[in-house]
């Protein structure tokens, strides 16, 4: 049981309250922040646990062959994914790995599908292709361009979101399949590909 006395208990629900209502996430982080009644009631404010270190990769992860052909794979992330490897979506595609490390750093990869899938109008072409900036809502912040990653060769674009936010992916293929692996992060956050590299750098395939 906690026990806390009226002056306590008074302001405790005020500081739960300025929480429960403010937009700024690292204010909600500051005011949920050292002590142990406050920590005790995070739970209650349904608010999201960050690792301390994001390159403290201590979480193995691993997502399985579909069965259809395509690849699994081993990683490490430094807090626990939300995944769902065994949905498709109606275009074939899987979202194998899907993870917020910090308020301003999100880290996902998706399996596209095999190159060459046709839905509807659309084929599924080679990394080097698809990459190519479609027009949209959102702004190209450079040309794209080829990159070495741990995992091999991939191309690389930035998308500049309405909201400010920043979605760096990189598209890739591996034995015909095609995947996109992207980090959305704020503008300041300049570690975001750091991140990315550091994790991929843990990655291994898992053949079917």
């Given at each position: 049981m906690?026990?806390?006395?009226?002056?306590?208990?008074?302001?405790?629900?005020?500081?739960?309250?300025?929480?429960?209502?403010?937009?700024?996430?690292?204010?909600?982080?500051?005011?949920?922040?050292?002590?142990?009644?406050?920590?005790?009631?995070?739970?209650?404010?349904?608010?999201p646990?960050?690792?301390?270190?994001?390159?403290e990769?201590?979480?193995?992860?691993?997502?399985?062959?579909?069965?259809?052909?395509?690849?699994?794979?081993?990683?490490?992330?430094?807090?626990r994914?939300?995944r769902?490897?065994?949905?498709?979506?109606?275009?074939?595609?899987?979202?194998?790995?899907?993870?917020?490390?910090?308020?301003?750093?999100?880290?996902?990869v998706?399996?596209?599908?095999?190159v060459?899938?046709?839905?509807?109008d659309?084929v599924?072409?080679?990394?080097?292709?698809?990459?190519?900036?479609?027009?949209?809502?959102?702004?190209?912040?450079?040309?794209?361009r080829?990159?070495?990653?741990?995992?091999?060769?991939?191309?690389?674009r930035?998308a500049?979101?309405?909201?400010?936010?920043r979605i760096t992916?990189?598209?890739l293929?591996?034995?015909?399949w095609?995947?996109v692996?992207?980090?959305?992060?704020?503008?300041?956050?300049l570690?975001?590909?750091q991140?990315?590299d550091t994790?991929l750098?843990?990655?291994?395939w898992?053949?079917?």
């Amino acid at each position: 049981m906690l026990v806390v006395g009226p002056t306590v208990l008074t302001r405790l629900v005020v500081v739960l309250e300025a929480a429960r209502s403010t937009t700024d996430p690292e204010l909600r982080r500051s005011l949920l922040r050292a002590p142990l009644h406050l920590r005790f009631y995070r739970v209650r404010l349904r608010l999201p646990w960050y690792p301390t270190d994001p390159y403290e990769l201590g979480v193995p992860v691993e997502v399985l062959p579909f069965g259809d052909g395509r690849p699994g794979e081993r990683l490490r992330l430094p807090c626990r994914p939300v995944r769902r490897q065994e949905v498709l979506g109606p275009d074939g595609s899987r979202t194998d790995v899907e993870v917020q490390v910090a308020p301003d750093l999100w880290f996902a990869v998706v399996c596209l599908g095999r190159v060459g899938w046709v839905h509807g109008d659309n084929v599924l072409t080679a990394a080097p292709v698809r990459v190519v900036p479609r027009p949209g809502p959102v702004t190209w912040e450079q040309p794209v361009r080829e990159v070495m990653t741990p995992i091999g060769p991939a191309w690389r674009r930035t998308a500049v979101l309405p909201t400010g936010s920043r979605i760096t992916d990189i598209h890739l293929d591996h034995d015909g399949w095609a995947y996109v692996i992207g980090v959305r992060h704020a503008p300041l956050r300049l570690d975001a590909e750091q991140f990315r590299d550091t994790v991929l750098a843990s990655w291994t395939w898992i053949e079917p």
